[in-house]
């Protein structure tokens, strides 16, 4: 007999890591000016996507936004909760079916821990990066991998039939 009430529970109510986010293929942006009736917000979040393309390229890289990730280190949402806001670009590897790192700007939102201590905030912070590689290979694995690599073959073709340039936004 456990002595987990949880034990049937559902494995994602379970997790000892929760991860959502909103993701954007730096690929697709075909346009980086906002809508003229955008909100501030909204207009720089444009701002930080154009920021983000000038910076890695949109080669293999993915804005994340709309992004938070929770640790908890108890069985009590209400009493050991640490969450975090975080919004940036992971990187995948040349067959983009895997993350291989990320630039995230990384925020704490909020915690049920009484007992936190700045240092452990910073280290959680710094394992945010390494939760969300984990869970964009999770994201990665749902997605159709036959569908990127026939994307990437096309993209090689691209490249081989015009010489090594294939332009903005490929």
């Known amino acids: 007999m456990s002595n ?66 929770r640790f908890f280190v108890t069985n009590d949402p209400k009493n050991g909760m640490i969450a975090f806001k975080f919004e940036g670009v992971v990187f995948t590897d040349d067959s983009d079916l895997r993350a291989r790192h990320t630039a995230l700007k990384v925020t704490l939102d909020k915690e049920t821990c009484p007992w936190l201590e700045q240092h452990v905030v910073k280290w959680f912070e710094e394992t ?9 290979d999770r994201y990665i694995g749902v997605g159709d991998p036959e569908q990127t690599k026939k994307r990437m073959q096309q993209l090689e073709r691209a490249v081989v039939d015009n010489g090594g340039f294939v332009g903005m936004h490929l």
Do not use: Q, W
């Open 4 to 69: 987990n009430p949880n034990a049937n529970a559902n494995s994602a109510d379970t997790r000892p890591v929760d991860i959502s986010f909103d993701c954007i293929p730096l690929r697709s942006m075909a346009r980086l000016d906002p809508p003229l009736d955008a909100s501030p917000g909204l207009i720089a979040k444009y701002g930080r996507i154009k920021n983000a393309i000038a910076e890695h390229g949109t080669f293999n890289s993915y804005y994340l936004h709309n992004a938070t990730c």
């Open 128 to 136: 945010v990066s390494h939760a969300v590689i984990v869970e964009f």
